[in-house]
């Protein structure tokens, strides 16, 4: 899990999982997870591999920017993605 603003404040945040999944809420997130645009963690997965997320971190200046590396075994895909608009 990454966050850019100090706590309490309105920001983007960001979660991996060891299954590949990786979540984006903005404000704080709380709430339910999904795919169908309403839940407060959006699942954002297009273009991304199938592997654990390993590191996510956020540009100080911009909480839309924000770098999430991939680990496991697959040699085939990029192991660095970047995001300019919060996934």
Do not use: C, M
């Amino acid at each position: 899990i990454a966050a850019n603003p100090p706590s309490g404040v309105a920001g983007f945040y960001y979660a991996g999982t060891s299954k590949g999944e990786f979540f984006v809420a903005e404000n704080g997130g709380g709430g339910t997870v999904g795919t169908s645009g309403t839940e407060a963690w959006q699942q954002r997965h297009t273009g991304l591999p199938a592997l654990p997320v390993e590191d996510i971190a956020i540009d100080p200046s911009d909480a839309r920017i924000a770098y999430v590396s991939f680990g496991g075994t697959d040699t085939t895909s990029s192991r660095v993605w970047k995001t300019t608009d919060a996934g």
